[in-house]
Structures are given as structure tokens and as C-alpha cells.
């Protein structure tokens, strides 16, 4: 049954169908590589095909999705390189927002690190990857939007978004889960010290973590070559990882 986007009601048609399908990819109702049947998303929904045109584009703008004039809209395929690339860009982004946000970052932003940082302890002792991905999210982006960066809050969410297509793909990498709790301690410990520099390192010390085990999962998925990336979530091209 595909996602349709009920909860909250967008303000526009495309806007509902366009969260729809983007959900349905993150989902896995929509596989990776497969063809996107514009007629049949728009039965799905209840909406004329021009809005489904429209998100689909809008979907090939964010890296969702791959028109083909002749051959119609299929759902991207994953890559090692954009892997790559995607969290280096993240780890650059997400390091200057956390030295901008920590000197602004109130006793009710602590405290509601502290409270996330609890909850992530109870998911991950009942192995609820799902949650989890839900309260990782939610801690970082508490720690983002205090940095009053308005380009980058703008920017973070669609990254963020393609970095759940891979987290998804790879089934939450359950193997993470305790060492991701422990980087997210060290985040909030130098943020509650109020010292941005450590905050700025133990964030992109967390990408890195996370993006190098996500090459391993997709060595063994993928039987690809992978190579070991350095602190940026880059290429060393001299060691295979």
C-alpha cells in the first residue's frame, strides 16, 4: 500500500504528491531502478497526472528520481561515489553549523539534547533502529537550527533525506547502534560545555563513523571495490577498505 502522505495535509497538490512519492522511494514501496508509472501514481493518489509530472521533476532536482525523455521517470539507483560525496558535503555543512549553533544553544536546548540522548539509550537497548534514525535526526537538527543559518536549515533537510535512502537500503546497521550513541554522548558533552570546536570534530567524527560503515555494508552488498574514506568522507585511493 503506497504512502500517502496523510498525516498532514500539504498546502498544495503537488506538494502532497510530491511527499507521497518521495516517501514511498524512502520506504522501498518504490524500488531503486524501477520505473515510476506516472498514470498509476496518479490513481494511487487521486490527482490529475500534471502534479505527478510536477513532483517528478521536482523529485530529479533532489536526486530521487531519473527522467529519461523517452523512456519516462525511473527511481535512482545508489552509488559508492555519491555516497561519498554526499556525506563529505555533509560533514563540511554540518560541522560549521554546529560551531555557529553551540555559543546560541539555551539550558531548554540542552535539556532537550539531554532527553533525546535518553531515548536513543532506551531504542537502542530494544534494537529499534527505526526510532532511532527518527531521534538521530532530531538531535542533530536541534543542534542546527539554534546556529540561525537560514540557507543551511533550508539545505539540510534534502541532503538528509538522501542519506535515509542509504540508511535504508542498509538496514539501520544495527552494528552501529551502540557506537553511534556513544559519538551522539560526545556531541552533547561538548555542547552543554558550551565548547564549539570539539562540538564541530565530534559531529564530523560521527559522519565519518557513519559514511565508512556505510561503504563496508555496500562492499558486501554490492561486491564493489570500495575505498577507505579520510576524515572528510573522501577517497584515500592508495587502501582498499
Not at 61 to 70: A, D, K
Not at 104 to 121: N, R
Not at 202 to 216: F, K, W, Y
Amino acid at each position: 500500500m503506497p504512502d500517502t502522505a496523510s498525516v498532514q495535509s500539504p498546502p498544495t497538490t503537488t506538494a502532497y504528491v510530491l511527499d507521497s512519492i518521495r516517501n514511498n522511494i524512502l520506504n522501498g514501496y518504490y524500488p531503486l531502478g524501477s520505473r515510476l508509472d506516472q498514470k498509476a501514481i496518479a490513481e494511487d493518489l487521486g490527482v490529475s497526472l500534471v502534479p505527478v509530472r510536477e513532483a517528478l521533476r521536482m523529485l530529479e532536482g533532489e536526486g530521487f528520481v531519473t527522467i529519461n525523455p523517452r523512456r519516462g521517470a525511473f527511481v535512482t539507483d545508489i552509488s559508492a561515489q555519491e555516497l561519498e560525496e554526499l556525506y563529505m558535503i555533509r560533514a563540511e555543512l554540518e560541522d560549521l553549523a554546529t560551531r555557529r549553533a553551540v555559543p546560541k544553544l539555551s539550558s531548554a536546548h540542552l535539556t532537550e539534547l539531554a532527553d533525546i540522548i535518553e531515548q536513543m539509550e532506551e531504542a537502542t537497548h530494544q534494537q529499534d533502529y527505526a526510532r532511532l534514525m527518527e531521534l538521530n535526526q532530531t538531535f542533530h537538527f536541534t543542534i542546527y537550527d539554534a546556529s540561525n543559518l537560514r540557507l543551511l536549515s533550508e539545505m539540510m533537510p534534502s541532503l538528509w533525506n538522501r542519506s535515509r535512502l542509504y540508511r535504508r537500503v542498509f538496514t539501520y546497521l544495527p552494528d552501529r547502534a551502540v557506537r553511534a550513541l556513544q559519538e551522539h554522548k560526545e556531541i552533547y558533552e561538548a555542547c552543554h560545555a558550551g565548547d564549539s570546536e570539539a562540538a564541530g570534530k565530534a559531529v564530523r567524527r560521527n559522519i565519518r563513523q557513519t559514511v565508512s560503515a556505510l561503504l563496508d555494508e555496500f562492499q558486501k552488498g554490492r561486491n564493489l571495490k570500495t575505498q577507505s574514506v579520510n576524515e572528510y568522507g573522501q577517497v584515500n585511493k592508495e587502501a582498499n577498505l
